[in-house]
């Protein structure tokens, strides 16, 4: 069992460049989301879908988009990197309100 | 506007001892609490969690303790080991199912052997 899995693991970018991170879980969990984790700040939510077809906003969205075509996936875009947005990224899901979330391994950004 | 709090950055504890890692919040709609551990370079894992309607939940070694009038929350892990080193981060979710789940700042545990 799988469970969350992010690729890639590490990327680097330049200023400017674009990108799509990827999340996929096979627990046909409805609810999933990605957080950023930065020294001091903790894991903020960016995202989440409660399910295909549906997204919102979390505490941090700026300069991300996300979609959920499928109940398995929940890619995040990044359409024009900024060095702000250099972080360690994580996905994340859970199949009913209230349960807890399962996490992918994370993505290392950096943004040049 | 920070609605999950948990103000002490680090803790050191010896082992064998009590670890006591402490949360607050803001929001007065949370009415489901986490607690995770985080290792470096992996995701974090799921420790112990309670909902509102308890005040104390226990798994083991992890207590979770929550005090609804005061929005507080609290880990304890007796007896504290070496491998329960790590990050240790609170988060808490709305009522009426709204999936977001916010998460403190978190606090990292150093357990000396």
């Known amino acids: 069992n799988a469970g969350v899995t992010q690729t890639p693991k590490f990327q680097v970018l330049k200023t400017g460049q674009s990108m799509t991170l990827q999340c996929a879980q096979d627990?046909?969990?409805?609810?999933m989301s990605w957080y950023r984790q930065d020294p001091g700040m903790g894991l903020r939510l960016i995202h989440y879908?409660?399910?295909?077809?549906?997204?919102d906003q979390g505490e941090v969205p700026n300069g991300y988009n996300v979609s959920r075509s499928t109940t398995e996936d929940f890619p995040l875009r990044l359409l024009s990197a900024a060095p702000s947005q250099t972080s360690v990224y994580f996905c994340?899901?859970?199949?009913?309100?209230?349960?807890?979330?399962?996490f992918g391994n994370g993505t290392r950004l950096t943004v040049t | 506007d920070q609605q999950v709090k948990q103000n002490s950055p680090s803790l050191s504890v010896q082992e064998g001892r009590i670890s006591i890692l402490n949360c607050d919040y803001t929001?007065?709609?949370?009415?489901?609490f986490l607690w995770y551990k985080k290792y470096p370079a992996e995701g974090p894992t799921f420790l112990i969690s309670?909902?509102?309607?308890?005040d104390k939940n226990e798994d083991g070694r992890f207590t979770v303790f929550l005090n609804k009038s005061a929005k507080h929350l609290s880990l304890h892990i007796v007896p504290s080991q070496p491998g329960d080193s790590a990050v240790y981060f609170c988060?808490?979710?709305?009522?009426?199912?709204?999936?977001?789940?916010?998460f403190g700042t978190g606090t990292r545990l150093k357990v000396l052997a």
């Open positions: 929001n007065s709609m949370f009415d489901y």
């Open positions: 879908s409660v399910g295909a077809g549906i997204t």
């Open positions: 988060a808490a979710s709305e009522a009426s199912g709204t999936y977001k789940y916010i």
């Open positions: 627990m046909n969990h409805e609810y």
């Open positions: 309670i909902s509102s309607i308890k």
């Open positions: 994340a899901s859970a199949g009913w309100a209230n349960s807890p979330l399962h």
